[in-house]
């Protein structure tokens, strides 16, 4: 089972470069990295020392409903191409372990999904989580901070 790595839609990337709002109605920080766990959701890239970022709360759902986190998250400030590989992506090697939960086709979380896992087994717990019938998509999380790093679903 091949999987796909799914970053923030392109057309919010852009909407919030041009000082559309985020999730609360607010407009992006615009912030300069040290080059230290700065991960764009956009490019799944870290945004590298000296780059400018972008803070903004972000609502990776579809819909308002109980299970739709929302949280803090970075992006380049400048245009970047959108993550479009099946190849874990490089934001995802920067941890020694991610917090993966998986979701229905109704957004909800599916319990007894949920757990840290390390870096090394990120894909085979993934797919694992999607080869449940009731799993349409797992979430991978920062295992310290919850922030969201992107969606995985079958290929």
């Not at 407009?27 to 990295?33: A, D």
């Not at 319990?111 to 694992?128: C, K, N, W």
């Amino acid at each position: 089972m091949s999987l796909r790595y799914i970053p923030m839609p392109t057309d919010q990337a852009t909407s919030l470069r041009q000082g559309g709002t985020d999730a609360y109605g607010n407009l992006p920080e615009r912030q300069i990295s040290d080059g230290d766990g700065v991960p764009c959701r956009h490019c799944l890239r870290n945004v590298e020392a000296g780059d400018a970022y972008l803070v903004f709360a972000l609502r990776p759902f579809t819909s308002l409903q109980p299970y739709a986190e929302t949280g803090p998250v970075f992006m380049h400030a400048d245009e970047c191409p959108a993550y479009g590989g099946q190849a874990q992506p490089p934001i995802l090697t920067t941890s020694k372990d991610y917090l993966l939960r998986g979701y229905g086709s109704n957004e909800r979380i599916v319990y007894g999904t949920g757990g840290v896992i390390p870096t090394e087994q990120l894909e085979s717990r993934a797919r694992d989580l999607l080869a449940m019938p009731e799993v349409a998509s797992v979430h991978v999380r920062s295992a310290r901070n919850n922030c969201y790093q992107c969606r995985i679903e079958n290929a």
